[in-house]
């Protein structure tokens, strides 16, 4: 078990996205007011859960060049059933992606667990969620700040209720 407490940062920066390796489905990583950061590399987070137990930030490093827009972000899962990455939300807390992105690519349905109607992902202006594989966000939600993007894969969705809070771009993508 890692636990980031209170104002504390984990900030990810290695050579490749999948260094951080958990044991197996009971590992787990609790952010409690804390923040989990990558750099530019990513983040890939596969095999164990995350329990957020009070407000906490997600953010990624994004580098613009002349040529394109670097947004490697933070990945729960990798496509395979085996590597689905869960993450709990408890009653009453928002889990926010302040800069850069969250990309869901977990198999399973009941991956995404948002405990009572008041948990909630927030994306800030200029973040992106981008959704890889169906996913069941109820009884929670997902707000969308002004000018954020919500991209996914062609036929892949989002049951529950989405907020969108001001200009909100959507959009499809092949990975």
Partial sequence: M???DVRFTFSYDA????????MDKSSKIILEEATLHATSIGLELTTGKMEVVDNSNLSSEV???????IDNGIMF??????DDFEVIL???????CIVGSMKYNNVGSQTLLMLNDLSCIRFYTGTT???YENFDI????????DQSRFMRVAGKNITGSIMPMGSLTRGWFTP
């Fill in 77 to 82: 899962g990798s496509g395979l059933l085996a």
């Fill in 138 to 145: 109820r009884p929670g939600c997902i707000a969308f700040d």
């Fill in 63 to 69: 580098i613009q060049t002349d040529v394109a827009l």
């Fill in 15 to 22: 050579p490749v996205p999948n260094l951080l390796q958990f």
């Fill in 129 to 131: 969620l981008w959704v």
């Fill in 90 to 96: 408890f009653p009453n807390v928002t889990l926010n």
């Fill in 2 to 4: 890692l636990q980031l």
